[in-house]
């Protein structure tokens, strides 16, 4: 099954495409990371795949053929938007409470125990935490909504180096266990070595490359930093001659 | 050979309960309408005060033996006096009193509506939280359906029991016919009218809120959509919801229930006369009679056109009809706009 399907997908804002002619086939079962520079569509691509926007041309599903942003899209994926929006003026549980009543599914022993585990106090309010608690708190709710597919969008941006080790820690060891599909996005590759076994990079709103880090790997005979280096250095210079 | 790529379909899909998404509004939206239940706690408190205090006195004037005696009639001039203010000099400056408090009360509506509901939506736009709440199960068209839905009926329905504790407060002065119902101040807050308005501000400032996605800047643009609208209603709108009734005659028609709206001279050919047009012989002459005299003899006609004070609730109702049908519009457009906006 593929988790996200698109085909000639393009969003255009004003008169500038933030990503053009997209087609990708993301098999499940994966820890996906999208890359790329800022501006390179990451976040138009997630948004469109999560239903938050409507795409310009094109089309995108989920889920093995399920319209991406319906109601059964909704249910199955779990997203956490950059810089992990919260109500902040809410307590830590009042918060746990809306994502629940907000969803069909919701497992509030998993979000209690990893909570404490984590050492986030529940009575403390959102806007209190620190920068890497408020994104482990986002990763709880969508944790606890038992997703098959859970969309990430640049989780780590806001974090210092510590907490982005224990997020994607943390993030790993649950994936592992439930074994759902993962597609988060990153500007920052040198994080998601040892991380994610697909890639697919984005540049100037275009699909450079898709497919399995492993086989990406042994083809180019390079790490994955370089490997991403290296197709964003030649997108460059195509544009520039 | 039979379709294998058929798209498994769940038989009914699941709806998020109602219940839930109820308390999430209640969570989210209680400290606004706190502050809603505050700012007409306050007003309530002095209305109750001094409503209790004034149809206690009120009720010495009703029980005053024989109705016509002089004792009796100095006791309804004191009472008038002390709460529905002097009737020399300006209203404005007798302070608060019958006269002055429904004024007062007009801008209650507009600006408990604005308050509740320019926040509703602006705020998650404006703070990046819609891009976690329009991703749950719930969906976006349910979620912002039950907010809005759910704060406007529980506004309306606030602001109905505000005016009618108004109607008791002031149901003294209109048993004791000092005035009708029709004018302004009044008008706005009996009935249904304060309930009416309150909702349409709600309405304006929650869809200004989606399309300007500013909480603060909504509430200003929205509270001057309102005033202005209220305005024009008042001054130019209202006394077009039905014909007014045309009668001749020399005293003005209806009891002091009645709206009285225009009146003129009509000539014997059917020509109007304007107060320029009568003559300064009889605009100078010292004899009281001297107007009438020159009516009859001249075959002049006063005419008047009023509404009679039984349409009170023909007009409020009319008045709470558009405003019923221009909120559900607003807040329907609310809903697409949520439903058609992109990240």
Known sequence: MNIIETAGLGKRYGRTWAL????????????????????AGKSTLLN??????????GRVTVLGGVLAGSPPALDRIAFVAQ?????????????????????LRWDAERAAARLSRLGIEPGKKVGALSGGQKAQLALTIALARRPDLLVLDEPLAALDPLARHDFMQSLLSEVAAEGISVVLSSHMVAELD?????????GRGQVLVSGEVSSLVAAHGVGLEKLVLGYLREASMEVAA | ?????????????????????????????????????????????????????????????????????????????????????????????????????????????????????APVLARELESGTFRFAWTQACGRVRWAATKLILLAAALTVLAYAFSQLFA????????????????????????????????LAFAVAAFLGVMIRRA??????????????????MMALRQHYATPLVVSGNNPPGSESAWLLGQWLGGPNGQRFYPSNIPLSVQNSSNPDAFQNWLRTAHITQWWSYVPGSDFWRFQLIEGGWLLGLSALLIAAAIWAVRRRAA
């Open chain 1, 20 to 39: 053009r002619d997209c087609t990708l086939d993301v098999p499940g079962g994966h820890v996906v990371a999208l890359v790329g520079p800022n501006g």
């Open chain 1, 48 to 57: 469109m795949a999560t239903g938050l926007t409507t795409p310009t041309a």
């Open chain 1, 83 to 103: 810089d992990a929006p919260l109500y902040k003026n809410l307590p830590v549980t009042d918060m746990l409470r809306v994502a629940r009543f907000l969803n």
């Open chain 1, 194 to 202: 040892q991380v994610a076994d697909y890639l697919i990079v984005l």
């Open chain 2, 1 to 117: 050979m039979t379709a294998i790529a058929v798209q498994r379909v769940p038989a009914r899909t699941r709806r998020v309960p109602l219940r839930g998404v109820a308390w999430v509004t209640w969570r989210q939206h209680r400290a606004a309408l706190a502050g809603a239940v505050a700012l007409l706690g306050v007003l309530g408190v002095y209305l109750l005060w001094m409503g209790l205090e004034m149809h206690s006195a009120y009720a010495k004037v009703d029980a005053c033996h024989p109705a016509g005696s002089a004792v009796c009639h100095n006791l309804l001039q004191s009472f008038n006096q002390r709460y529905y203010g002097t009737q020399q000099g300006s209203v404005v400056s007798s302070g608060l009193n019958a006269q002055t408090v429904p004024f007062l009360l007009l801008a209650v509506p507009i600006l408990l509506g604005v308050f509740v509901g």
């Open chain 2, 168 to 199: 008791w407060y002031f149901s003294p002065f209109l048993a004791e016919g000092k005035t009708s119902k029709f004018p302004m101040q009044l008008f706005g807050n009996l009935g249904v009218d304060f309930a009416a308005w309150t909702l």
């Open chain 2, 216 to 233: 603060v800047a909504a509430m200003a643009v929205a509270l001057a959509t309102c005033t202005v609208l209220d305005v024009a209603t």
